[in-house]
């Protein structure tokens, strides 16, 4: 993921794509930890969530979870203050983890994709990143399910 | 076999620049004229006589006569959305089955009226939509197989890669209206609504869920042209619906060279067991070749987000060559072929006036969610 994150971040600083405006992420984590058990996809989301607030120009305004984070997907709504929007997911699969996203800016797009299938074995496997963030303002919207408006 | 007669109301950069052809490519079909309210804006008789004389066709200037005509059968309805609810009812009301452009209406009190005249008329309506195109059939096919257990999320987007992007001013956040009182601009449309309409049409088709809760945003990100008109060139809206099962949708306009083709079509399941992606162009050729790239083309004055064929044309639009599609592409005339088996069947449309009421339904309770910021329920 960290090649990932560093690669799109290359191409914003060279403003091929403008400002970003709106990234569309859905994250496919495998299914179990080495435990056997399920793990949470709250971590996944802050993770997914991190790169977002990366790669947009303002700070988040406004967050909305849907979903249940022990269960199959969660999905996530960032609003930012500056008008920018991030719709993020996780979910649950019994293949590797990987990620399908689409960065878009005032004059571009960013399409990845990680390679799936037989392609799979022609690139490292995708690791998830250890840096999450919103963790607590993302449990407290699943919890309540409602919209929480950030501080500041 | 000629059996059913088509009238056209709409005319030069409306729909009816395709549905007329579809119609006409219809064995069973045959056009018969255009015709407009006789007090519609003058334009847009204008924009009806000049397509009706391009198709060698009568231009009727009274609506009712036209409707009265005991040959027409059909009536392919692309007036400006704002008065689709009005006109609509009328054909319906007049015994004439009705082809939808969409959105259907432009308000929910719009299309009641719709699907109330068409309940007493007892006549067939559609929606235009993308769920008679291959890759939608693909993915109900999915949706009903075991494969993918449970649904529990469904996002589909929708996006246009049309328009000449970079021009709004960035970081500057939309002030949304609860309402959408206008729709029908030269330049631009509010593109939540207008290319919204099938990534929620398509969410609504597939699922058959209703929809509980919308929460939704709606931006200027891309065009001036849109902020000048006050309208949003992009939306998304997440949703909670029957049976607990999270869904979002993206529908908006991004700029010719956002993707190469006409922009993206993705479809997300995530079930209980398995996710499955799909994506309208993945079954494709990519050719590179010693030849210009795709340029976007100038804009014309009187379509500068390139709509309407006419306007493309007369600007030269070259169309993008560097991803071909596989296999089939007839989906235009499975949509406008589908619409007639259900009349010739006397069977109701998968997108009937009453299932697409429910999209403008949707998207307006989106447009209240994006101006309160908070979430709508239904």
Redesign the interface.
Known sequence: MEAVKKSIQNVIETGRIGSPVFLRCALQVGNETDSGSKASLLHPLAVVASLANGWMPSKPENVYAQGDAEATQVTLMVKYRGGQLALLSVNRVETGTGVDMMLVGNKGVIYHETPTGRHRFGVQPFKLGETGELTNIISQSLETGTPIQMEG | MEKYGVLLLGGHRTHQENYAACFAQDARCRLIAFSDEHDAPAERIALGKSLAKELNLPFISHLDEALARDDVHIVSLCTEVERRGRVGSKCAMAGKHVYLDKPMALNPDDANQLVAAIARAGVRSQMFSNIHSAWARIVKQALDNALLGEL??I?C?VLFAKGH??S?P?????IETPTVERYSFVEAKPEMFDVGVYAVAMMNWLTRKPVQTV?G?T????FQEHRDCDIED?G?L?M?LEGGI?S?I?GGR??W???AQGG?RKV?L???H??L?FDASVHRLEIFATEPAFQAPPPHPLDPMGMWSSTQSEIGMESKKQWVDIGDTHDGTREFGAFIDCIENGVESEMNAEFAAQSVGIINAGYRSAAS???VIL
């Open positions: 529990r999320a996002h987007d992007p970079g709004a960035v970081g500057k956040k939309r929460f945003l931006a200027n990100y891309f992009f998304a997440m909670n999270t979002t993206v991004y700029g060279q956002s993707h993206v997300q995530v079930g209980t398995n996710t992606t910021g908070e979430v």
